[in-house]
Nanobody, 120 residues
Framework: EVRLVESGGGSVQPGGSLTLSCTSSGFDLSKTAMSWLRQAPGKGLEWVSAIAYDGVNKYYEKFVKGRFTISRDSTKNTLYLQMDNLKPEDTAVYYC?????????????WGQGTQVTVSS
């Protein structure tokens, strides 16, 4: 069974930082592209960031570029999302997902999510 498990969410004040982690069982996430998605209250699922299978090329949604950093540790089979200078509009449930697709509906494997709340 292929599973993805996110952790590291929490509540922070604006300007704060969090690091999300995603571990996998059932496949080696260092050998495939991986993405972070999020769903804000009352909104649809949106793509946030992705890392290519080679681990070199990284992509970011324009509203998080310069604040978020995606990375992975192949020795721990773990994907990360370092989030700095968090804003209230970053409040959402964050999911890690297998692959990197231009259409959000093409994502087929993601975890249960971790809640991030940014509020003063």
């Amino acid at each position: 069974e292929v599973r993805l498990v996110e952790s590291g969410g929490g509540s922070v004040q604006p300007g704060g930082s969090l690091t999300l982690s995603c571990t996998s069982s059932g496949f080696d996430l260092s050998k495939t592209a991986m993405s972070w998605l999020r769903q804000a209250p009352g909104k649809g699922l949106e793509w946030v960031s992705a890392i290519a299978y080679d681990g070199v090329n990284k992509y970011y949604e324009k509203f998080v570029k310069g604040r978020f950093t995606i990375s992975r540790d192949s020795t721990k089979n773990t994907l990360y999302l370092q989030m700095d200078n968090l804003k209230p509009e970053d409040t959402a449930v964050y999911y890690c997902a297998e692959g990197y697709y231009s259409i959000i509906q093409d994502y087929f494997n993601w975890g249960q999510g971790t809640q991030v709340t940014v509020s003063s």
